[in-house]
């Protein structure tokens, strides 16, 4: 059987109450007592309570974070920004997806409810009735990316409409004639500010060329060959996150189309894997990692300080990335030569 609170209490020769004090870390305990209680804890192999902990304390040390997917490096590198900044505090991490599905981000959430101190949610469903019906009025939260203000959460979004806007600029000042666009989810917001920030980004009179996507690489893909056999074919591609643009350049390149001789490709978020396909994809930098630990840091807030919680919505810059898929980026670097084999 697993050692209990007593049987170290017991080892240590004090009571019940003194050991959940030490091993609470309350300061009202005298160092040799608390060293003699965590040795007897350490050779009893005793891993105290979590549950018996929140009652006492009621925190969890805990947060949760609702996401719309886990797949991709998008959301790899956001959680990776979370985490981290989660794990400098001490706290844990507990992470679901709704898969795109309402029901199922509705379950989460109740799912969540009393399991942590306080929720980062990032939902396409999270509009104000949905978080009504399906969010404690009492436990914290902070939005990500929602495209909606309430009055009692802090929000932090990206520029979406600025850095589609910027990209669209930039194709069309680099010599581009006929830029398509290829689409986010339906019902998205990030999907729509980034389609509204393409058609602001085109010259009066330039005809819009707009292809469905979903977000995902296969999405990209098959934009990519309605693309190819488009006519007249686009000369350059403005996909909506880098996942369709890596999926558009796969089927361009099986069309027998080179990027950026052909036709430019350009995405949107720069994901790790942006600056190492070839052509390197020109993209709008998302700072993905720091947006997450921001948005963790106000949540820590406003757990820590329910009256004082933040609302005001924090927008987050971006920044155009340009790289050779749009045939403007920076020549190669010349390879060193290789040193020739002793003799």
């Not at 469903?125 to 009504?132: K, M, P, T």
């Not at 830029?179 to 009179?205: C, H, M, S």
């Amino acid at each position: 059987m697993p050692a209990t609170i007593r049987d170290v209490a017991r080892a240590a020769g004090v009571s019940v109450a003194t050991v959940s004090r030490a091993l609470n870390g309350a300061t009202n305990v005298l160092p040799e007592t608390r060293q003699r209680i965590e040795d007897a804890a350490r050779a009893l192999r005793f891993t105290p309570s979590g549950a018996a902990r929140s009652l006492i304390t009621r925190r969890t040390d805990t947060i949760g974070a609702l996401l719309p997917d886990l797949h991709g490096e998008y959301f790899s590198e956001l959680i990776r920004g979370i985490d981290q900044a989660a794990r400098a505090r001490g706290l844990h991490l507990l992470v679901s997806s709704s898969h795109g599905n309402a029901d199922e981000a509705a379950a989460a959430l109740r799912a969540m409810n009393g399991r942590v101190d306080g929720l980062l949610v990032m939902s396409p469903h999270a509009d104000a009735d949905f978080l009504r019906h399906n969010l404690p009025g009492s436990l914290p939260a902070v939005l990500l990316n929602s495209g909606i203000d309430l009055e009692d959460h802090a929000s932090f979004v990206i520029d979406n409409l600025g850095g589609a806007t910027t990209m669209t600029r930039h194709l069309v000042a680099s010599g581009r004639q006929r830029v398509a666009f290829i689409t986010g989810a339906q019902g998205n917001d990030e999907a729509a500010q980034r389609l509204a920030g393409y058609r602001a980004g085109l010259k009066p009179g330039m005809r819009e060329m707009v292809f469905d996507g979903d977000f995902s690489e296969e999405a990209g893909w098959a934009a990519g060959r309605r693309i190819a056999n488009h006519k007249p074919r686009p000369d350059a591609v403005f996909a909506a996150n880098d996942m369709m643009a890596v999926g558009c350049m796969a089927a361009l390149h099986e069309a027998g189309l080179r990027v950026p001789d052909d036709i430019a490709v350009v995405g949107f978020d720069d994901i790790p894997i942006a600056r190492y396909v070839t052509p390197a994809l020109t993209t709008i930098r998302v700072p993905i990692a720091a947006l997450g630990a921001a948005a963790l840091d106000a949540l820590v807030k406003a757990v820590e300080a329910p009256a004082t919680q933040a609302t005001h919505t924090v927008v987050t810059p971006v920044e155009l990335v340009v790289r050779r898929s749009c045939g403007a980026g920076p020549p190669p670097q010349p390879r060193s030569p290789r040193a020739a084999p002793p003799h």
